[in-house]
């Protein structure tokens, strides 16, 4: 073959360079318009990102309930353009107090999946409320009564039920079949709601109302949170989340793990978010040079298959809350360790096997499933502050279980079902009482070399959430593409020894090429990306302004104005 091309230079690209214009909003980029406009309109009368954050999970919870609500968990990281500073917000469910690793065991076997969804024993204590209200103390300025409204009149006037959000509806089986779904979602004649049908939620209004009024501490205290035990206390297989439980919920700031790749600085949230792998793709990526070759070629895209093995088989070993097991971060970032393992890539020939990072505790295999059920938008204000955020109920509407117009998440199934392996070993991300199960929510800020805002971005997709923001990142970065166009690029998801895809967006060519090379493409069985977020680029008539970008994929926006 012959040489790679060579890299593009971030002034090449159209991104931040000395004598670039600092960023600045508005910009909002989120997976539902009316989330959108809530965004827009809070920045509108002088809200910081916080401030529209809230509004903005406010009305994704309602419009978009399959994805992401209150009874959920969120990780956040917030960029303050006076200082420079990133703060990454853990809003993370934890277990009950009561829980063990054998959590979801009956019969001494594991549950099937399934039913471990749907039992009140998949639900941890909700994060995001709390997450925000610490977020907006610090970084608001609005008052937090003002951040409400949108929700409260979509929920009691009605909003239109989206084609997404009815495709979801319609599951004839799950967790859309529960009988809170089923009570919530059929009309009056008997029919389920379908697209264009206006869907009225009081019971949401009266919440996000409450909240309005009374703050935060009413979600974890008093009716709502009286509401949330009672659900989950019911069968079939009730859970322990108690009242105690949900009063001691804290959220966690932590600070933001940032590393660089090539003229840029990548941040993210530190574990228990699975980002510190993004990073050590990223970081690989640059002893791959067949990525260079760019999208239309069959290396380029074999060379980031194989780093994604090495970097799943290393996530999967060793990631889970640090509160609880030793996560060698510092370990899997090393250089000489990234350099090891990326020499590996062009040799494999199946799954990778997890490496030996600095500070390892070999841990047991992991018996860990992330289904789909998650949301991601990007906020920027006009002052530059910036707030990217990955937000979820775990599976699609979580676990299918309701309490004050929201839904419950199911987000215990995303700890290991297995706690040990054969010979007694322990699982990294094993079930225990207060512990923050492992996330593949991975959001990323992204600075120029002076520590400047460039951009922001992220997805939903359960575990291939680290592929497809490793994939956006090579596609803006290293292809130096268009947002959308990245955005938009098939999706492939090498973790294991298969190698699921966007197998229609892959033309017959590319698919041909990719196979010569072992690369053979089956459909994705995880959820479907849902990338969201902009860069601060030059366009061709000289300006600078917001590159922005929403997977078309979902039903968003990215929006100025």
């Not at 909240?211 to 659900?231: M, P, Q």
Request: with cysteine; proline share 7%.
């Amino acid at each position: 073959m012959s040489e790679a091309p060579a890299r593009s230079s971030a002034t090449e690209v159209g991104v931040s360079a000395p004598e670039t214009p600092a960023a600045r909003g508005p910009f909002v980029a989120a997976a539902n318009p009316l989330a959108v406009q809530a965004g827009l309109d809070v920045l509108a009368r002088g809200g910081s990102a916080v401030d529209a954050a809230v509004a903005i999970q406010a009305v994704l919870g309602l419009v978009e309930p399959q994805s992401s609500g209150l009874g959920g968990g969120a990780f956040m990281m917030v960029f303050e353009a006076d200082t420079g500073e990133i703060t990454a917000y853990d809003g993370r469910e934890t277990a009950p107090s009561a829980a063990t690793p054998e959590l979801f065991y009956e019969n001494g076997r594991p549950l099937p999946f399934g039913d471990a969804v749907l039992s009140g024993r998949s639900t941890g204590a909700p994060g995001v409320v709390a997450m925000l209200d610490m977020a907006q103390k610090a970084h608001g300025r609005l008052a937090w009564s003002e951040l409400f409204g949108a929700a409260e009149v979509l929920a009691r006037d009605g909003f239109v039920v989206s084609p997404r959000l009815a495709g979801m509806i319609a599951q004839p089986r799950g967790q859309a079949r529960s009988p809170w779904a089923t009570a919530y979602f059929t009309k009056p004649d008997g029919t389920r709601y379908v697209a264009g049908d206006v869907l009225r939620n009081p019971a949401y209004a009266d919440t996000v109302a409450t909240l309005a009024r009374e703050g935060a501490g009413a979600f974890y205290r008093g009716r709502i949170a009286e509401a949330i035990v009672a659900t989950v206390r019911e069968g079939p297989r009730p859970g322990a989340l108690s009242l105690e439980d949900l009063a001691a919920y804290r959220p966690v700031e932590r600070g933001a793990l940032c590393r660089p790749f090539r003229v840029y600085v990548l941040c993210a949230p530190p574990p228990p978010s699975s980002a510190v792998a993004v990073l050590q793709l990223m970081a690989m990526s640059e002893y791959a040079p067949d990525l260079a070759w760019g999208p239309e070629n069959g290396a380029a895209w074999t060379a980031f298959a194989q780093l994604q093995r090495l970097m799943y088989a290393d996530r999967d070993r060793y990631v889970g809350d640090p509160g609880f097991v030793g996560v060698p971060v510092q370990g899997l970032l090393d250089a000489d360790y990234v350099a090891e393992r990326a020499a590996l890539a062009p040799r494999l020939t199946g799954a990778a096997q997890a490496g030996d990072p600095p500070g390892g505790v070999f841990t047991g295999p992991d018996a860990t499933r992330e289904p789909a059920g998650t949301s991601h938008f990007v906020v920027v204000d006009a002052a530059g502050n910036a707030v990217s955020m990955t937000t979820t109920v775990e599976s699609i509407f979580g676990s299918g279980r309701m309490a004050a117009g929201f839904f419950l998440n199911n987000q215990l199934t995303d700890f290991s079902f297995t706690p040990t392996r054969p010979d007694g070993g322990a699982a990294a991300n094993a079930v225990a009482a207060g512990k923050r199960p492992r996330s593949s929510m991975s959001p990323l800020i992204i600075l120029d070399a002076e520590g400047r805002l460039v951009g922001a971005m992220g997805s939903p997709g359960g575990s291939s959430i680290l592929a497809y923001n490793a994939k956006a990142l090579i596609g803006t970065l290293v292809w130096g593409l268009p947002v959308q166009a990245a955005f938009d690029l098939p999706n492939l998801v090498a973790r294991g020894d298969g190698f699921g895809a966007d197998a229609e967006r892959f033309s017959p060519a590319l698919t041909e090429d990719l196979a010569a090379r072992g690369v053979r493409i089956q459909p994705n069985t995880s959820e479907n990306s849902g990338l969201h977020g902009g860069l601060w680029r030059q366009g061709a008539d000289g300006r600078w302004g917001w590159d922005g970008g929403a997977d078309d994929r979902r039903e968003g926006q990215a929006r100025t104005q």
